[in-house]
């Protein structure tokens, strides 16, 4: 339901592929009736169209006077003119085919896009503590390469499934048009085939769940290896480190050989039924244009094959979207994970304006615990007036920094309130609430991009000359300049080609610069 929800997104561009799909298996089916009239004409039959002429049948009847007007110019010319048919209307079938898969390759492309903003956008909105429970490795693997999956495998069988559908159903409805008799016949076989590929389907979705956890599990072992590798190389880890990186791609092995020699046997188990369904139709119609029980001539016959055979790769397409989208919908689930995923930190209906800090910060017997039953904070009473510096000092572990990420709600407090000039924080705006706070964590977080890009983060227009004075009050502006390019130097990736303690200056730089009360 959600990939329609993202294709509605793209109704027009969606309906349109539609209508030149129709157009286009139309125009299959003009070319072939088209090649079995050139040649009923060319072996010198002029009793009109390979289709039955039932009284009161309008189609025939209207093809038929079409066959007798091109037969008066002898045949010589209706030869010509049937040839020139025949490729005009294959030249178009060609131009609607490739009209139609470059439209439904244009949805496919803007509802990865689509999804891939959606992702990101809940991504940020998720609070703090989602991801101290879910692997960073994991969640890049939902990203990057389940995106992937459900794009190649759902998207990508799109094309294919709508195709096969709308043509299916229009070589039915011929078949139908033919032979009624011999349609049921060939319509009897299609449960067994149904059943064989619903088997393999359903374990392929539970095989592609699994294949697609190893991989998260190989991308958190690959990003903690290449965050530590510091501490990897001191401790001599690097044989360890390799072992369990060795054993996770093992086990992503054995489950990716499992899908593919599952995924693999789509294609020849389709081959197999397809040409099981050909053998029943020969045998089928021979007995009953043996039999004397239809009106059935050879000629006709053939072009009810025709269509048959035309069908056949339609249900292929079917079979292969078939196997192919269990696999995607395996990927689709863990993206729907965080797509779906609660954010207990949201504002309330009406949350109130608070854009000033003129009084004290208050926390009231408040208490707090990641899991409950197992408290970190109870009972805090602090008040904080404007213009205080409040250390806290404690043993690690004890909850110093929990406390201090009470204030901005990057959790929200189990017990009691924490205040702002006697406002609850819970009734502010979020982003009202976090533009009053300056934060200098312990851990220098900084992005792989310029010294002036990193301390104005967050700032919007702000100039050199500002983000020039924020350094040199943080003590950073000397090494800045020192470096190749000055402020506009890359720092690499968390800022690794600058020491610790110029991390720490460049962090506390970006909080001067935003200038908050708090």
Same mark, same amino acid.
């Given at each position: 339901?959600?990939?329609?929800?993202?294709?509605?997104?793209?109704?027009?561009?969606?309906?349109?592929?539609?209508?030149?799909?129709?157009?286009?298996?139309?125009?299959?089916?003009?070319?072939?009736?088209?090649?079995?009239?050139?040649?009923?004409?060319?072996?010198?039959?002029?009793?009109?169209?390979?289709?039955?002429?039932?009284?009161?049948?309008?189609?025939?009847? =209207?093809?038929?006077?079409?066959?007798?007007?091109?037969?008066?110019?002898?045949?010589?010319?209706?030869?010509?003119?049937?040839?020139?048919?025949?490729?005009?209307?294959?030249?178009?079938?060609?131009?609607?085919?490739?009209?139609?898969?470059?439209?439904?390759?244009?949805?496919?492309?803007?509802?990865?896009?689509?999804?891939?903003?959606?992702?990101?956008?809940?991504?940020?909105?998720?609070?703090?503590?989602?991801?101290?429970?879910?692997?960073?490795?994991?969640?890049?693997?939902?990203?990057?390469?389940?995106?992937?999956?459900?794009?190649?495998?759902?998207?990508?069988?799109?094309?294919?499934?709508?195709?096969?559908?709308?043509?299916?159903?229009?070589?039915?409805?011929?078949?139908?048009?033919?032979?009624?008799?011999?349609?049921?016949?060939?319509?009897?076989?299609?449960?067994?085939?149904?059943?064989?590929?619903?088997?393999?389907? +359903?374990?392929?979705?539970?095989?592609?769940?699994?294949?697609?956890?190893?991989?998260?599990?190989?991308?958190?072992?690959?990003?903690?290896?290449?965050?530590?590798?510091?501490?990897?190389?001191?401790?001599?880890?690097?044989?360890?480190?390799?072992?369990?990186?060795?054993?996770?791609? #093992?086990?992503?092995?054995?489950?990716?050989?499992?899908?593919?020699?599952?995924?693999?046997?789509?294609?020849?188990?389709?081959?197999?039924?397809?040409?099981?369904?050909?053998?029943?139709?020969?045998?089928?119609?021979?007995?009953?244009?043996?039999?004397?029980?239809?009106?059935?001539?050879?000629?006709?016959?053939?072009?009810?094959?025709?269509?048959?055979?035309?069908?056949?790769?339609?249900?292929?397409?079917?079979?292969?979207?078939?196997? #192919?989208?269990?696999?995607?919908?395996?990927?689709?689930?863990?993206?729907?994970?965080?797509?779906?995923?609660?954010?207990?930190?949201?504002?309330?209906?009406?949350?109130?304006?608070?854009?000033?800090?003129?009084?004290?910060?208050?926390?009231? #017997?408040?208490?707090?615990?990641?899991?409950?039953?197992?408290?970190?904070?109870?009972?805090?009473?602090?008040?904080?007036?404007?213009?205080?510096?409040?250390?806290?000092?404690?043993?690690? =572990?004890?909850?110093?920094?929990?406390?201090?990420?009470?204030?901005?709600?990057?959790?929200?407090?189990?017990?009691?309130?924490?205040?702002?000039?006697?406002?609850?924080?819970?009734?502010?705006?979020?982003?009202?609430?976090?533009?009053?706070? =300056?934060?200098?964590?312990?851990?220098?977080?900084?992005?792989?991009?310029?010294?002036?890009?990193?301390?104005?983060?967050?700032?919007?227009?702000?100039?050199?000359?500002?983000?020039?004075?924020?350094?040199?009050?943080?003590?950073?502006?000397?090494?800045?300049?020192?470096?190749?390019?000055?402020? #506009?130097?890359?720092? =690499?990736?968390?800022?690794?080609?600058?020491?610790?303690?110029? +991390?720490?200056?460049?962090?506390?730089? +970006?909080?001067?610069?935003?200038?908050?009360?708090?």
């Amino acid at each position: 339901m959600l990939t329609l929800r993202y294709i509605s997104r793209h109704l027009w561009r969606s309906l349109f592929f539609i209508v030149t799909t129709v157009l286009s298996v139309v125009a299959v089916m003009c070319t072939a009736l088209s090649v079995s009239d050139f040649l009923r004409l060319l072996f010198g039959d002029e009793s009109g169209v390979a289709l039955p002429a039932a009284e009161g049948n309008l189609l025939s009847q =209207g093809l038929n006077e079409l066959y007798a007007w091109l037969i008066t110019f002898g045949q010589m010319r209706a030869i010509v003119i049937f040839a020139v048919i025949i490729f005009v209307v294959y030249a178009l079938r060609s131009v609607l085919a490739y009209v139609a898969s470059t439209q439904i390759g244009i949805v496919r492309i803007k509802v990865v896009r689509d999804l891939r903003n959606d992702l990101f956008a809940k991504a940020m909105r998720l609070p703090l503590s989602y991801y101290g429970t879910h692997r960073k490795g994991d969640i890049l693997s939902r990203f990057s390469s389940d995106i992937s999956e459900y794009d190649e495998n759902v998207l990508g069988s799109l094309k294919l499934l709508l195709s096969a559908v709308i043509s299916s159903l229009l070589y039915i409805t011929m078949l139908v048009y033919i032979s009624l008799k011999l349609t049921l016949f060939v319509l009897a076989v299609s449960p067994l085939i149904a059943w064989v590929m619903g088997l393999i389907s +359903r374990k392929l979705r539970r095989k592609s769940k699994e294949t697609q956890t190893f991989w998260g599990a190989l991308l958190t072992q690959l990003d903690e290896t290449l965050g530590g590798l510091r501490i990897v190389k001191a401790f001599l880890a690097e044989n360890k480190m390799k072992q369990r990186f060795d054993d996770v791609n #093992n086990s992503y092995r054995t489950s990716m050989v499992r899908m593919s020699v599952r995924q693999a046997s789509a294609h020849p188990v389709s081959e197999f039924m397809g040409t099981a369904i050909i053998v029943f139709v020969l045998w089928g119609g021979g007995l009953i244009i043996l039999g004397n029980h239809s009106t059935m001539d050879a000629s006709l016959f053939i072009y009810y094959l025709v269509m048959l055979y035309n069908i056949i790769n339609p249900i292929k397409d079917l079979s292969k979207a078939y196997y #192919n989208i269990p696999v995607g919908l395996g990927c689709w689930e863990r993206v729907d994970k965080i797509l779906q995923a609660e954010n207990p930190i949201h504002d309330v209906e009406n949350p109130r304006s608070l854009n000033t800090f003129g009084g004290e910060i208050v926390f009231h #017997n408040v208490g707090f615990s990641y899991h409950e039953g197992r408290p970190v904070l109870r009972d805090i009473n602090l008040t904080v007036p404007k213009g205080k510096t409040i250390a806290l000092v404690g043993q690690s =572990g004890s909850g110093k920094s929990t406390l201090v990420d009470l204030l901005p709600r990057f959790h929200d407090v189990s017990e009691g309130s924490v205040t702002i000039d006697g406002t609850d924080i819970r009734q502010v705006r979020i982003h009202d609430l976090r533009a009053l706070i =300056g934060n200098v964590n312990q851990e220098a977080i900084l992005f792989n991009d310029t010294f002036f890009s990193n301390i104005a983060f967050g700032v919007e227009g702000a100039t050199m000359e500002q983000v020039v004075e924020a350094a040199r009050i943080a003590n950073a502006h000397e090494f800045i300049m020192e470096t190749p390019d000055g402020y #506009n130097t890359l720092i =690499g990736d968390r800022g690794c080609l600058l020491s610790g303690g110029q +991390r720490q200056r460049i962090s506390i730089a +970006r909080a001067i610069l935003k200038n908050p009360p708090i």
